[in-house]
C-alpha cells in the first residue's frame, strides 16, 4: 500500500511539474520559438506551432506520471513441470511450429531475443523514452541522416 502511495504522490509531482513546466515553456522558450518562426510563417501559424511544443511536453510528462501510477505488470512464470532448455523454453521447443526448420530455429531465436531486448527495455524504461526521443529529434531533424537511413533500410 505504501509503494502504491509513493507511486501516486510522484505522479501527482510530476503532474505538477508538466502543468509548470508547460507554462514555463509558453513564456520563456515559446517567446524564442515564435521569434524563430516570424520569418518564416505568419504571426498567427507561428503562434500555434509554439503552443504545439509547449503542449506536446505537458503531454510526455503526464504520459511518464501514467505510467508510474500503472500496476507494474506480473512476470510469467514457466509451467510446472516444463524442462528448461534454450533461455527458459522448454526442450525442443526450438522450432515450433515450424517442424525444425532452418526458418523455424531463426524465429526461435528472433523471439528469444526479442524477449530479451523487451525485458531490457522494461528495466530501463526511462532510458528507452529519452533515447528513443532523441533518436526521433534528430531523424527528424538531419535530413541527411534520413536519407542515410532510408538507404540502409532498402
Partial sequence: MQDRF???VIAFGLAI???LLAVATFGLVGAAIFLALLPVISPAQAA??????????AVILLLMSRTIVSRPRSSSTPAAG?????RGRPAGALGGGFGGT???LAA???EAFGSDAESL?????GSAVVTALIAGFAIGVSPRLRRS???LLR
Fill in 149 to 151: 537511413l532510408w538507404r
Fill in 102 to 104: 532452418k526458418a523455424g
Fill in 48 to 57: 500555434l506551432a509554439t503552443a504545439a511544443v509547449a503542449l506536446l511536453l
Fill in 82 to 86: 516444463a524442462t528448461p532448455g534454450f
Fill in 121 to 125: 527495455v522494461r528495466a530501463h524504461a
Fill in 6 to 8: 509513493a507511486r501516486l
Fill in 17 to 19: 511539474v508538466a502543468g
Fill in 108 to 110: 526461435s531465436i528472433g
